[in-house]
C-alpha cells in the first residue's frame, strides 16, 4: 500500500466542504484508528475515546448538531472524538501496577508515584489536559488518513450536547472534534493558507520574528 511522504500530506491536505462515496474499507480504517493509540499521553491513561459513525441517518443527526455542515452528513465516516476528564481515576491503579511489572519498580516505590501522579492532575485543568491529548490522538488518525490516499475534514462547529444525544453518551463524556473522511466531491479545494511564518513564529522571545 502506498503511503504519501508526510510532508506531502501537511502541505498539501485541504479540508473539502463536500464529500462523496466510497467509504474507506475495513482496512484502511483500521490502520486510522490503530494510529490514533500511537500518539504520546500522560502516565499511559489514555483518555481518547472515538466512535466511529457510518450510519447514513445517524450522519444526517449529527449533521444538524454541526451546524448543518454538510461534510458530516456526506463523508461516509464520521469519527467522533470525546473523553471523561476523570477517567484517570479509574485507571490510574491498573496503570501503575502494569508499569511497576514492566520496569521493576519496587513496591515500596510504587505508593510514592501514585502520589505524585495524583498530585499532578489535581493540579492540572482536567478539561485543557483532555482536549490536548484527544487532539493528539485524533491528529495521528487525520494524518493517517490523508497519508493513505484519504480526504479529511476537522470538525469544530457543533453542539456537544446534540452529539452526545445522538451517540448516547455519558454525562460526563466530552465531545472534542469530529473528523469527517472519505473522497473530495470535487477537485476544487479550499484555498491554502499562506500566512507568514514571521506572523506566527517567534525567535527566542515573544516580539522577536523568526527569521528562518
Not at 493528539?136 to 456537544?160: H, I, K, N, Q, Y
Request: charged content about 25%.
Amino acid at each position: 500500500m502506498h503511503l504519501k511522504p508526510l510532508h506531502r500530506v501537511l502541505v498539501e491536505r485541504r479540508a473539502p466542504r463536500h464529500f462523496s462515496d466510497p467509504p474507506p474499507p475495513d482496512g484502511v480504517l483500521q490502520m486510522i484508528l490503530h494510529a490514533g493509540l500511537q500518539a504520546h499521553n500522560d502516565y499511559r491513561v489514555k483518555p481518547a475515546r472515538f466512535i466511529v459513525v457510518r450510519d447514513s441517518r445517524k450522519r444526517a443527526r449529527l449533521r444538524r448538531a454541526a451546524m448543518n455542515q454538510p461534510c458530516v452528513g456526506e463523508a461516509p465516516v464520521v469519527l467522533v472524538a470525546f473523553g471523561h476528564p476523570e477517567q484517570w481515576r479509574e485507571v490510574l491503579d491498573d496503570t501503575l501496577h502494569d508499569d511497576a511489572e514492566h520496569t521493576n519498580l519496587n513496591s515500596r516505590r510504587l505508593e510514592p508515584q501514585r502520589q505524585r501522579v495524583t498530585e499532578y492532575f489535581e493540579r492540572t485543568p482536567l478539561r485543557v489536559w483532555l482536549h490536548r491529548h484527544v487532539m493528539m490522538s485524533f491528529t495521528c488518525m487525520m494524518l493517517t488518513a490523508e497519508a493513505l490516499g484519504w480526504d479529511t475534514s476537522l470538525v469544530e462547529r457543533f453542539d456537544p450536547a446534540a452529539v452526545a444525544a445522538v451517540l448516547g453518551l455519558p454525562a460526563d463524556a466530552e465531545v472534542v472534534a469530529m473528523l469527517a473522511i472519505g473522497r473530495a466531491a470535487s477537485a476544487e479545494m479550499p484555498a491554502y493558507d499562506t500566512t507568514s511564518l514571521a506572523n506566527l513564529v517567534y525567535n527566542e522571545r515573544y516580539g522577536e520574528p523568526w527569521q528562518g
